[in-house]
């Protein structure tokens, strides 16, 4: 296990270089900074002189091997706009994404796996086709075309729930959430719902799919041979061996569900990471958006390590180290 730690640090790394080389790379072509910080009352000589001192005429390479030095101590450059360090600013805009993902990944996990064990269950019921269907359609549906049906339906016609904002947050042993507060869990029901359809049809097909394959599989019928308590070979024998592969796909998607945020967060005008983004590209806030990219990469990064040291967790004969055993 230590060992294979060590390789998947060293490979993450790597990643993550490549994603900083990528990510300061595309600035030059956002467009010329200096037109959002001082407008065009400017001269050019004044203009070049900022550029100086800002390090924007150096060479590529000088830019970037000063960029990596930096970001090596935790520091990504200053916003442009917001004058604060980038990490600092999106740190105070990653805890409402964070608790939008972590509302979308309730519903999900909470729906995904009866649903999936039921189809897969009783494959010919009418909930099951029902279920099937919804999650054909659901696959189909567009996240933005999804929150807008959802805020036209329970905001606008009913009024049940709030169609835009945040809403009231408390603070609790440091976290400032809206989920201490009733207000903040109405606003965040709709862009949790929204940001939910786009992983839960496929997690709901995923499981049913490797529960069926599960069920069909000589040990389930061994257990039932032996007389064990039907319930237990469904959620104990079968259910168990799905878990690799419903694994290896969430560990992707929790990273996706951080991009996709930010169709979900224009729609709800939800104050985190996606709008914040979205805003440092108009700006042409380049330090913002390079920072922004490298954040979502680690996090990309960061998930598919753990989702591999769960695996030998979750199944011991998984083999880590890639030693013959």
Same mark, same amino acid.
């Given at each position: 296990?230590?060992?294979?730690?060590? #390789? $998947?640090?060293?490979?993450?790394?790597?990643?993550?270089?490549?994603?900083?080389?990528?990510?300061?790379?595309?600035?030059?072509?956002?467009?010329?900074?200096?037109?959002?910080?001082?407008?065009?009352?400017?001269?050019?000589?004044? $203009?070049?002189?900022?550029?100086?001192?800002?390090?924007?005429?150096?060479?590529?390479?000088?830019?970037?091997? $000063?960029?990596?030095?930096?970001?090596?101590?935790?520091?990504?450059?200053d916003s442009y706009f917001f004058k604060k360090?980038?990490?600092?600013?999106?740190?105070?805009?990653?805890?409402?994404?964070?608790?939008?993902?972590?509302?979308?990944?309730?519903?999900? +996990?909470?729906?995904?796996?009866?649903?999936?064990?039921?189809?897969?269950?009783?494959?010919?019921?009418?909930?099951?086709?029902?279920?099937?269907?919804?999650?054909?359609?659901?696959?189909?549906?567009?996240?933005?075309?999804?929150?807008?049906?959802?805020?036209?339906?329970?905001?606008?016609?009913?009024?049940?729930?709030?169609?835009?904002?945040?809403?009231?947050?408390?603070?609790?042993?440091?976290?400032?959430?809206?989920?201490?507060?009733?207000?903040?869990?109405?606003?965040?029901?709709?862009?949790?719902?929204?940001?939910?359809?786009?992983?839960?049809?496929?997690?709901? #097909?995923?499981?049913?799919?490797?529960? +069926?394959?599960?069920?069909?599989?000589?040990?389930?019928?061994?257990?039932?041979?032996?007389?064990?308590?039907?319930?237990?070979?469904?959620?104990?024998?079968?259910?168990?061996?799905?878990?690799?592969?419903?694994?290896?796909?969430?560990?992707?998607?929790?990273?996706?569900?951080?991009?996709?945020?930010?169709?979900?967060?224009?729609?709800?005008?939800?104050?985190?990471?996606?709008?914040?983004?979205?805003?440092?590209?108009?700006?042409?806030?380049?330090?913002?958006?390079?920072?922004?990219?490298?954040?979502?990469?680690?996090?990309?990064?960061?998930?598919?390590?753990?989702?591999?040291?769960?695996?030998?967790?979750?199944?011991?004969?998984?083999?880590?180290?890639?030693?013959?055993?």
């Amino acid at each position: 296990m230590f060992t294979f730690l060590i #390789r $998947r640090l060293a490979q993450a790394t790597v990643v993550m270089f490549i994603i900083s080389m990528i990510a300061f790379s595309i600035q030059d072509n956002l467009g010329d900074p200096l037109r959002e910080m001082v407008g065009q009352a400017v001269s050019e000589a004044e $203009r070049q002189a900022l550029r100086d001192e800002m390090g924007l005429n150096d060479p590529f390479l000088t830019q970037y091997s $000063r960029f990596l030095k930096n970001a090596v101590q935790g520091d990504l450059g200053d916003s442009y706009f917001f004058k604060k360090p980038a990490l600092e600013v999106i740190g105070s805009k990653m805890v409402a994404t964070l608790e939008l993902v972590f509302g979308a990944l309730i519903i999900i +996990v909470g729906c995904s796996v009866p649903a999936g064990i039921y189809c897969a269950i009783k494959p010919n019921s009418f909930g099951a086709k029902l279920i099937m269907g919804f999650s054909t359609a659901g696959i189909s549906v567009p996240v933005f075309l999804t929150a807008i049906l959802l805020m036209y339906l329970f905001s606008i016609e009913l009024g049940w729930l709030p169609s835009y904002g945040r809403g009231e947050t408390a603070n609790v042993l440091g976290w400032e959430s809206g989920f201490f507060t009733i207000d903040g869990l109405l606003h965040l029901v709709l862009p949790s719902v929204a940001l939910a359809s786009i992983m839960l049809p496929l997690f709901i #097909r995923l499981i049913r799919a490797e529960m +069926v394959e599960a069920l069909q599989s000589e040990y389930v019928k061994f257990a039932k041979a032996k007389g064990l308590n039907i319930r237990r070979v469904w959620y104990v024998h079968a259910f168990k061996n799905t878990m690799l592969p419903v694994l290896t796909v969430g560990g992707v998607q929790v990273g996706t569900m951080v991009a996709y945020t930010i169709l979900t967060e224009t729609v709800f005008q939800w104050p985190g990471m996606g709008s914040m983004f979205l805003e440092a590209i108009n700006r042409v806030d380049a330090p913002l958006i390079v920072a922004y990219v490298i954040v979502v990469g680690l996090i990309f990064v960061a998930t598919n390590t753990i989702v591999d040291l769960l695996y030998g967790l979750i199944n011991p004969t998984v083999n880590l180290t890639g030693k013959q055993s």
